[in-house]
């Protein structure tokens, strides 16, 4: 697998449940930040997360990180029809601080 | 709130010519990154800028590629002679002094 892969891959739920999506990588990073994209257009920083924290928040959107498993998960609560879009982690190393960005999950969230 | 721009939104060009893009990254950051996005693909890491001068570059960033910041405001990615295969979305981000990084809404170029 490649640094930062998100599953799934596709998840599709209805409005008002939430949306989890997961996060690996193989690495150490600095921190770990991820972003919604929505189809097209440009990348939207959603939250940041250190390498020293395990859980932060913002909004509606909770990040957890687990440096031990190099894993980190991104849950969506109450979700809205606004929420459908490509939701993309990225670690950061390091120095430079260049992100390496995973696969992505597309979200799409049913009325 | 400060966010990053890019102009053009779109550029077609002929094969073999010369782009150069352009961005204006948040006033106050101080390293400045290029990405591309193939479509449908990852988002992948370009170059970084530092002090004016190139930090770190991909692979992908060849001797076709090159990158300036020639005012206090603007930051330019040129490709000197492009090929098909560079067609993708380019990406300008800048970092803020808590690591966050913000990117421009995005160049779609298109070779042809």
């Known amino acids: 697998s490649q640094q930062g892969e998100e599953d799934p891959q596709a998840l599709s739920i209805q409005e008002g449940e939430n949306a989890t999506m997961n996060c690996s990588y193989k690495?150490?990073?600095?921190?770990l930040q991820w972003y919604r994209q929505n189809s097209g257009r440009g990348l939207v920083h959603l939250i940041l997360i250190r390498s020293n924290e395990r859980e932060k928040h913002s909004g509606r959107l909770r990040v957890t990180l687990d440096t031990s498993k190099k894993s980190s998960s991104l849950l969506i609560t109450a979700s809205r029809a606004a929420d459908t879009a490509s939701y993309f982690c990225a670690t950061a190393n390091f120095g430079n601080e260049k992100l390496t960005f995973g696969t992505g999950t597309r979200l799409t969230i049913i009325p | 709130e400060p966010e990053v721009t890019q102009t053009p939104s779109h550029q077609v060009t002929q094969m073999g010519q010369e782009v150069i893009l352009r961005c204006v990254p948040i006033?106050?950051?101080?390293?400045f990154y290029w990405y591309r996005q193939i479509l449908g693909q990852k988002v992948e890491f370009l170059v970084s800028?530092?002090?004016?001068?190139?930090?770190?570059k991909s692979e992908i960033f060849d001797d076709q590629f090159s990158v300036e910041r020639p005012d206090g405001s603007n930051f330019t990615l040129k490709i000197r002679s492009t090929k098909l295969e560079d067609s993708a979305m380019y990406f300008c981000a800048s970092i803020s002094d808590i690591q966050e990084q913000y990117f421009g809404p995005g160049t779609r170029l298109t070779v042809t």
């Open positions: 800028f530092y002090n004016n001068e190139i930090s770190e």
């Open positions: 006033s106050n950051h101080l390293y």
């Open positions: 690495t150490s990073i600095n921190n």
